[in-house]
Structures are given as structure tokens and as C-alpha cells.
């Protein structure tokens, strides 16, 4: 069956820095687009980024535009987000999920399959 797994996360300083993995199984991957969505505690899940199934193409929200880099695998199966210049509010449990479609906008509810989530923390 299709398996997302995420890792990575952990604690970090306002500022600092991170890098987040999502490992694939279960389907041939370089043929879909996948993204980072993030739930922070009482809100909604919201999504991050996204990169197209060659690795050509990549989507960020205006909150991580500058800070944040998606980037893909095909050949191990795996995406990643680099996280840097880390704030408070980027703290949440942040999701790695596969799209059957590529579009041009990102939500939720377009998403296919979802890993369980790694969760990320930053300190003030």
C-alpha cells in the first residue's frame, strides 16, 4: 500500500534552521507531484509547498516564500523542506502528501495521500 514517512522534525531557535524528509513506498513516485502542508495547534491545516513530479516546478505560500525549499528525489523516492530562518510561528506538525494532479494552487483537500506528520517546534 502507499506509505508517506515523514522525519526530521524536532526543537529549534528562532532563527535557526531545519530540514524535514519524506520517504515514499508503495506507488511510483516520480510520476506525482507532492507538497508540505502544516497544522499548527487549533488552526487549520495549511499548506506550505510543493514541487512537481520532475523537481522543475516548485509552489510556496507567501508566509515561507524566501525561507523555505522543497526539493525531490526521484531516484530515492524521497522530498524534503529545508527550513531556515525559523520563527514561532512556523511551529506545527508538518505534513508530507502526494497529489495524483499538478496544478497551480494547493490545498488540503486536493491531496491524494497523507503521511502521519513530524512535528516541528520553535522556540522564542
Known amino acids: 500500500q502507499v506509505q508517506l514517512v515523514e522525519s526530521g522534525g524536532g526543537l529549534v531557535q528562532t532563527g535557526g534552521s531545519l530540514r524535514v524528509s519524506c520517504a515514499a513506498s508503495g506507488l511510483p513516485f516520480s510520476r506525482y507531484a507532492m507538497g508540505w502542508f502544516r497544522q499548527a495547534p487549533g488552526k487549520e491545516r495549511e499548506f506550505v509547498a510543493a514541487?512537481?513530479?520532475?523537481?522543475?516546478?516548485?509552489y510556496y505560500a507567501d508566509s515561507v516564500k524566501g525561507r523555505f525549499t522543497i526539493s525531490r528525489d526521484n531516484a530515492k523516492n524521497m522530498v524534503a523542506l529545508q527550513m531556515n530562518s525559523l520563527k514561532p510561528e512556523d511551529t506545527a506538525l508538518y505534513y508530507c502528501?502526494?497529489?495524483?494532479?499538478?496544478?497551480?494552487?494547493?490545498?488540503?483537500?486536493?491531496?491524494?495521500?497523507w503521511g502521519k506528520g513530524t512535528l516541528v517546534t520553535v522556540s522564542s
Open positions: 502528501a502526494l497529489s495524483f494532479a499538478e496544478r497551480d494552487t494547493w490545498s488540503p483537500s486536493g491531496m491524494n495521500y
Open positions: 514541487v512537481s513530479r520532475g523537481g522543475f516546478n516548485t
